[in-house]
């Protein structure tokens, strides 16, 4: 690409780890804009230079926000064209960038998204947890009592929750939403996706909340937490219901392991209830 039309405001997603997650797109735009707006200009750098992107980099970060929006949204106006970027991932989710959205909407700039790596979303993709709807909590509070206060308030939710958590806080948020929502809630820990030491583990809040807490090396990089939403007894008995049904017809031909799996798989119903049953 060598031109890019003019006064757009690029919303570019950069890799979450891996710095080859940069789309052909991305690294063309950031090419050929007439600026780059960064979160932290240091930490861009590498990353840009990996690619061979040589374009002015400027600051956007929560300390310098107000006039740097106003200069970007000037610079907008007078035809130019922008790229946001953050440190990581999906600028505007848990990151900066609103404020320049928001004015350059106002301001009547396009704003085109270059879609790409979100922790969020690479973590759902991979945890095995209902997908078809979630809700993203961003950050919990830092302190144990706000934190459990929020977690109260999201108890009864029924969509998958997905947070984001520092790994210093990792150990004490588990064992708040273990006592929150309970030892059994299924749970998933993604830690450094696509990065070295990726993992992805899936346990009940309570075995995952143990086993984080003995394990330093599970208290250490970046992570995502997803939890089951809260089931509805009444859609629990139906699965129940339907998973008996079906496995009363299977077990006619297959062993009482098989059916019962085929019938968990098929109902939703948990394996183990369908086989006692
Ligand atoms: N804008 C980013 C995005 O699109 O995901 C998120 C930025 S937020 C400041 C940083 C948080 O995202 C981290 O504390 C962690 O919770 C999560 N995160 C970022 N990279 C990650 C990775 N490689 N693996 C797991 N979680 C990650």
């Not at 949204?73 to 007078?78: A, P, Q, T, Y």
């Not at 095995?128 to 302190?143: A, H, I, N």
């Not at 309570?206 to 090396?217: C, H, K, Q, T, Y």
Request: hydrophobic share 45%.
């Amino acid at each position: 690409m060598s031109a890019v039309p003019p006064g757009c405001l690029w919303v570019v997603a950069t890799p979450i780890g891996h710095r080859d997650d940069l789309s052909a797109r991305a690294i063309a735009t950031l090419r050929a804009v007439a600026v780059i707006a960064a979160e932290d200009t240091r930490h861009s750098r590498p990353l840009l230079m990996h690619h061979g992107i040589d374009t002015p980099l400027v600051a956007l970060h929560e300390y310098n926000e107000r006039e740097a929006v106003a200069a970007l949204v000037r610079r907008l106006g007078e035809g130019e064209s922008v790229a946001l970027i953050s440190d990581a991932g999906t600028p505007l989710v848990s990151d900066p960038g609103f404020r320049l959205v928001r004015a350059a909407r106002a301001a009547g700039i396009r704003c085109a998204p270059i879609p790409g790596a979100c922790a969020a979303i690479a973590a759902l993709s991979v945890a095995g947890l209902p997908s078809d709807r979630f809700v993203f909590e961003g950050f919990l509070p830092p302190k144990s009592a706000a934190r459990r206060a929020r977690l109260q308030a999201l108890a009864g939710e029924p969509r998958t929750l997905i947070f984001y958590e520092s790994s210093h806080r990792i150990a004490e948020s588990l064992a708040d939403l273990r006592d929150v929502f309970g030892g059994e809630r299924e749970a998933v820990l993604a830690r450094e996706l696509t990065k070295v030491f990726e993992t992805v583990l899936g346990e009940p809040l309570a075995a995952l909340a143990e086993r984080v807490a003995a394990d330093p090396d599970q208290q250490r990089g970046e992570c995502v937490i997803l939890v089951a939403g809260h089931a509805d007894e009444a859609d629990v008995d139906a699965k129940l219901v339907e998973g008996r049904r079906v496995f009363a017809i299977l077990r006619e031909e297959l062993s009482p392991a098989k059916a019962a799996k085929l019938a968990a798989a098929i109902s939703g119903a948990p394996r183990k209830a369908l086989y006692e049953s």
